[in-house]
């Protein structure tokens, strides 16, 4: 009688090689460099902010972090046009994210005590940075209300002008334009009144800022918007 036993099967219970890196889900490059500068100039806006700049020839003045924000509503835009409304949404809900690190940071070293370096030898320096950042708050209270319905804003308005099928150069300038100037006009009177509004007449403000914005805008959005697309284009084929 032949008791030979049959061959075992190869056992299952090894553990199954890690997963490749071509098997793991990818971020587009494009949209991970956009992520990365999106945060970074959730900040550097507010921050910018505590400085009005003169419109010349005119008494006309803008905060300066308009300059910041119009990145973002580039960045915003341009998430819209190449991934879909959906990413850009998202990656503004997540810019709220380094916004209230960087509120809990300040909050910290504000209440943290001085050096006794800087007690003694730049008490001018620490009157300055206290002075500015002590009203911080009112700042970041404005900015995110800002933030948030500007840029929803943008976004619905700019992916509602596309349309169906593919938008031109020129589709895609007049989209930008048109939607980035209407948020942004909106932004300047929410962020402006709720922040500056009792501290100082903030009418020359507003309305310098919202020409201002308003003219950035129709100027330089739909050439930085067409730029941004472009640029994300080839950091996705370099992989």
Known sequence: ???????????????????????MIQMPRGLFVYLMLYGGMTVLAGVLAFKQVQLWPTDLAVESG???????????????????QKYATRIVWLGF??????????????????????????????????RVHNTVWRVWAA??????????????????????????TIGLMIRG??????????????????????????????IGQVIAKVALSIVLVPFLITGGVRLAKWLDARG
Do not use: H, K
């Open 177 to 206: 334009a048109v939607a980035s100037a209407l948020s942004q006009a909106v932004d300047s009177v929410i962020f402006i009144t709720l922040a500056f509004y009792g501290l100082f007449p903030i009418i020359d403000l507003l």
């Open 1 to 23: 009688m032949n008791t030979a036993t049959p061959a075992q099967a190869p056992s299952t219970s090894e553990p199954s090689p890690a997963p490749s890196a071509a098997g």
């Open 143 to 168: 900015g995110p209300a800002a933030y948030i319905v500007s840029l929803l804003l943008n976004i619905w308005i700019f992916d509602r002008l596309r349309g169906s099928g593919e938008a031109s």
């Open 97 to 130: 994210v380094p916004l209230l690190i960087a509120s809990v940071l300040m909050q910290l070293v504000l209440a943290l005590p001085p050096s006794v370096e800087m007690l003694s030898g730049r008490a001018d320096d620490l009157a300055a940075f206290e």
């Open 66 to 84: 308009i300059f910041a924000f119009l990145i973002l509503v580039v960045i915003s835009s341009t998430v819209s046009q190449l991934y879909g």
